[in-house]
């Protein structure tokens, strides 16, 4: 017992310990799936048209943008990584679930009607479905993907870039890369797209000066197929106050009425020049706290740089946005 | 006669009964009034959590966190206790079951007389081991029970029901299976603890040795994690599972980070045991 119970002793610490890496090591990283070759534009196209059908998954946000810190802001704004938990159904029936360590934040839609759920607040808003303004959450990797597609496709280069592993399933790396004419801050955008379901799994966009992407949405953890239709209807919980969303009137955005945004330039460059116009004070942050103080024969302002983008608010009321460093957004301010 | 002899020296290795051994390291572990002393304490944590919710909860409107989500559902009362005396508390009770198993009675002179006993060495390191379980089961479970009931009375609970973080609610049974598995869990987790306690123990006479390792261990590993640079290290470090605790009130309940932490758990028991094993078996008083 003693002359063979040390080594054996020893051997199982050792287990416990090689256990413990083989835990720390993150799966996946496999090798790349061997898939029948597709153009981008036929990719692009069965993406637009894909229609996965009902779904479970676990979609992770790793956000480098370096936004910084304003009130208001959700949590998930701010560097770092964020974890939802999604369902889908048929007929534009959804659950998503934004936990945190201690709470969690559920939205809910059966098609017609909406409910949010705040666990530290303990309301429920509810409405009809036409009221809520966009379609879901924008964590949605899908719509996300299918936007910037969209909306990006005359001034890039478009490739697919062989295959990858998301959440356990094979898909295309699609590239979505900036003409070498564009002057902005985007590197690339990657979209893995199922290679069954041609649905987007993943989005990682890439800035300049920096190997590490900007932003990371993915699937973690995705499967396929029927869905409790439980899942697509929430009872208010008793103790929990209950609001009515007021009804908007479709394309009533908020914000956007007494503001009149004019673009200048077009692709990644375009820069977003707004007159700020007779807002309530309430509604603008402390810029003196997140800026630092530029000027110009533009005039003078404050800008505000992060990862992705830059935003110029100057002191007579305008504001110009964009994917782009600051000299671009000055040039606009003065055209 | 000569079969006596023949069975002698086997009987004197194998010694007494295990089932003897254990109850005789329970009723040590049970009579000794720290331990009492112990589970009292952890009786108070669930009343002065549950009576600081409801005075708050008539003054105002709930709080926010863990803790907030007591306020008038009372069943979640169990698991906010836990949670929070995960934290410090119970991995201070189980290091010090374990500080007394070993490096206490190596201090007090005791150990010897087991070392030379009629025990074979394996057994001596099973009953310690589950003189330090009854004592993580035994924290667990009171902590579980009192939090039950003081949530059903002193809180008062919704129509029977649990309101789950994610608001949707569970009835009294399944909410039991809830509360039931956050006391199994974090049974499992405080086994963990309580493997590495042992293991420092052995390897040491003086108890407080055993209750700085484990505390700072803890405390370190709360640091560690709070420290960007070094987030690589958090996959290793038992302690950041421990937030797992509250997804027991989520529904769907989902158990990627229960199942994670239960399997990082079993590696540092797996390795306490280990060393502990390795450590007595040639151990002299």
């Not at chain 1, 839609?109 to 924008?138: C, L």
């Not at chain 1, 000027?295 to 964009?322: C, E, F, N, Q």
């Not at chain 2, 009854?134 to 949530?151: E, K, N, P, S």
């Not at chain 2, 958090?234 to 309940?253: C, E, H, I, K, M």
Request: hydrophobic fraction near 50%; charged fraction near 15%.
């Amino acid at each position: 017992m003693r002359r063979f119970g040390r080594p054996v002793a020893a051997a199982v610490a050792v287990a416990g310990l090689v256990g413990l890496g083989l835990l720390a090591v993150p799966a996946g990283a496999g090798a790349q799936p061997e898939l029948p070759p597709v153009t981008p534009e036929e990719l692009v196209r069965s993406v637009l048209e894909a229609k996965p059908g009902p779904f479970a998954g676990t979609v992770e946000a790793e956000n480098a943008l370096g936004l910084p810190a304003l009130p208001g802001l959700p949590a998930a704004a701010a560097d770092g990584t964020s974890t939802a938990r999604v369902w889908a159904g048929d007929e534009r029936q959804g659950r998503v679930q934004l936990p945190t360590s201690d709470s969690e934040r559920t939205f809910v839609t059966d098609g017609a009607t909406f409910w949010t759920w705040d666990s530290d607040t303990r309301e429920v808003t509810t409405g009809s479905r036409a009221a809520q303004p966009g379609r879901g959450p924008a964590v949605d990797p899908a719509t996300a993907a299918g936007e910037l597609i969209d909306r990006l496709g005359g001034s890039s280069t478009l490739a697919v870039d062989g295959t990858a592993e998301v959440a356990g399933r094979p898909a295309y790396e699609l590239v979505l890369a900036p003409q070498p004419t564009e002057r902005t801050l985007l590197r690339e955008i990657r979209i893995a797209v199922d290679a069954e379901k041609r649905m987007p799994l993943r989005l990682v966009v890439l800035a300049n000066g920096s190997p590490d992407p900007a932003l990371r949405i993915g699937f973690t953890d995705v499967a396929f197929g029927p869905q409790d239709p439980a899942l697509f209807t929430f009872t208010p919980p008793p103790g929990s106050t209950v609001r009515t969303a007021p009804a908007e009137r479709p394309g009533n955005r908020r914000g956007a009425p007494n503001a009149q945004v004019r673009t200048v330039g077009d692709g990644w460059d375009a820069v977003h020049v707004a007159e700020r116009g007779a807002q309530a004070p309430g509604n603008i942050p402390d810029l003196d706290r997140i800026g630092t103080r530029v000027s110009g024969p533009w005039g003078s302002g404050r800008l505000i740089t992060s990862v992705v983008g830059s935003v110029l608010v100057t002191d007579d009321g305008r504001i110009a946005a964009g994917a782009v460093p600051e000299q671009v957004l000055t040039e606009a301010l003065t055209r | 006669m000569t079969a006596a002899t023949a069975t002698g020296p086997a009987a004197t290795v194998r010694g007494a009964p295990l089932g003897r051994l254990l109850g005789a390291e329970l009723r040590w572990v049970l009579r000794r009034p720290r331990t009492i002393a112990f589970l009292v304490l952890f009786a108070l944590v669930p009343v002065v959590i549950g009576a600081g919710v409801a005075i708050a909860d008539r003054a105002g409107g709930p709080g926010r966190g863990l803790i907030g989500a007591v306020a008038g559902n009372g069943l979640v009362l169990p698991v906010a206790a836990l949670t929070v005396s995960l934290a410090l508390l119970l991995p201070l009770a189980v290091a010090m079951a374990a500080a007394d198993a070993l490096a206490g009675e190596s201090a007090a002179g005791t150990l010897r007389g087991l070392l030379v006993a009629p025990v074979g060495r394996l057994r001596l390191v099973v009953m310690k081991a589950f003189g330090v379980l009854v004592v993580a089961a035994a924290a667990t479970l009171v902590i579980a029970v009192l939090g039950v009931l003081c949530g059903l009375v002193v809180v008062g609970w919704a129509e029977g029901q649990m309101v789950t973080l994610s608001g949707t609610t569970l009835g009294f049974g399944e909410a039991m299976g809830r509360v039931a598995l956050a006391a199994a869990w974090t049974t499992g987790q405080l086994l963990a603890v309580g493997a590495v306690a042992l293991a420092v123990s052995s390897l040491t006479e003086h108890p407080l040795v055993v209750l700085a390792a484990v505390l700072g261990g803890v405390i370190v590993s709360g640091v560690l994690a709070a420290i960007p640079a070094l987030s690589w290290l958090q996959p290793y470090l038992l302690t950041t599972g421990w937030s797992a605790g509250a997804d027991v009130l989520r529904d769907p309940l989902p158990l990627d980070g229960l199942g994670e932490s239960t399997l990082r758990a079993l590696c540092y028991l797996v390795v306490g045991a280990g060393v502990t094993v390795a450590r007595m078996l040639r151990r002299d008083a």
